[in-house]
């Protein structure tokens, strides 16, 4: 039997008190301050939590001690801070009384769920229902019980962090990997850069008509995703006139703000519109795999950044993109190398997708931990 399982079979055998929150919290003053005001302000020592992921690092506190944090708009994003912070203007903030605090925070959470699908009301962004909140039953064993299950909840979730943090940094290696695999097998040594881009590529000039398109077929930047991930379904489709047509192996990068490495070798035909370059091959002895891996390296971006313009929201150059210079062996080497890459990318993303996957299991058998940790049955 668990230290837990002893604690509840000696001190509350039959069930536990359930209390209203109001009866478990002091209100803190409404704040003044704004998010983006505290954006503005000097860098601090003391958190600043927002009405949404966001927290800023401020040089004055409004709060001491144990406090929670629960945005009142769009969603419930609760937050639990032991120390002097502040918060803003569409936060509610309160002291927890007569309970372990980080116990409270914790029961919160597992009623997030709840409180998000009950409580926050409105046509437009929705706002929380302050009286539902406060009214809202909390379970509240003896103390004693709640420190234990602070105590093992805080381990757990040690334990997750440690073990979602080592996950994401052996994908984050694996990735690095292969492109330093793919920046190997491309090298340029010096002299070797024999073919310019324009020689065996074109930009394309046909169009197409809007009601040839939706959400999969039309590429814009937006769904055009960073660090050569692909594209994502578009969540905006043009209703009339032409755009511009891209043709399966054609390979399409995002010319907006070129360090972001968006780049996609389609796989499908469609449209997009001036913020994507459509490159389209025009020399039969070059493969589209292999081109799109010269394109897709860290050596062609950075060549894009350097003669991109513009400060806020830089372009890349056209008529740079299609000076860029490169090695183009014959078809059968430019095959060995595809073959190479791809076998390796297989392998990455066989990783990609199970990493995040296990990242994910592992989050949702925390949360099944922790609510079966804080169901009670309520003492009669």
């Not at 914790?106 to 009214?135: A, P």
């Not at 050569?228 to 006139?241: A, E, F």
Request: net charge positive.
């Amino acid at each position: 039997m668990s230290k837990l399982e002893e604690l509840i079979n000696k001190l509350c055998p039959n069930g536990v008190e359930f209390k209203k929150l109001s009866e478990l919290m002091t209100p803190n003053p409404k704040s003044k301050i704004g998010a983006k005001k505290a954006e503005q302000m000097l860098k601090g020592e003391y958190p600043f939590y927002t009405s949404g992921k966001s927290v800023y690092y401020i040089n004055e506190h409004m709060v001491d001690g144990e406090n929670i944090f629960v945005n009142d708009g769009g969603q419930a994003d609760i937050k639990y801070y032991d120390g002097k912070s502040s918060y803003a203007d569409h936060v509610i903030s309160f002291r927890p009384i007569n309970v372990n605090g980080k116990y409270l925070y914790y029961v919160l959470m597992k009623k997030k769920e709840y409180i998000n699908e009950k409580m926050f009301r409105g046509s437009g962004i929705k706002n929380i229902n302050k009286n539902d909140f406060f009214n809202m039953l909390v379970p509240v064993p003896p103390l004693e019980v709640q420190c234990e299950i602070v105590r093992i909840l805080d381990n757990f979730t040690l334990l997750s962090a440690e073990l979602s943090a080592e996950l994401s940094a052996e994908l984050s290696a694996r990735q690095k990997q292969y492109e330093y695999y793919k920046n190997l097998l491309l090298k340029n040594y010096d002299g070797e850069d024999n073919t310019c881009l324009k020689d065996i590529a074109k930009y394309s000039k046909d169009k197409i008509n809007a009601n040839e398109l939706n959400e999969d077929n039309y590429i814009g930047v937006d769904n055009l995703l960073q660090n050569k991930q692909g594209k994502v379904k578009s969540s905006y489709i043009p209703k009339k006139g032409n755009s511009t047509k891209y043709q399966e192996k054609d390979i399409l990068i995002g010319n907006i703000r070129p360090y972001l490495k968006k780049i996609w070798l389609a796989d499908n035909v469609g449209g997009t519109n001036g913020d994507v370059l459509v490159i389209r091959i025009i020399d039969d002895n070059v493969i589209p795999e292999y081109l799109y891996f010269v394109l897709s390296s860290d050596k062609f971006f950075n060549y894009n950044n350097i003669n991109s313009k513009g400060a806020k929201m830089p372009r890349g150059d056209k008529e740079a993109v299609m000076n860029y210079k490169f090695y183009l062996p014959l078809k059968e080497e430019q095959l060995k190398i595809i073959n190479k890459l791809n076998k390796f990318k297989m392998i990455c993303n066989d990783l990609s997708e199970g990493l995040p996957a296990e990242i994910e299991a592992r989050k949702k058998q925390y949360e099944y931990y922790r609510d079966k940790l804080l169901t009670f049955k309520e003492l009669k």
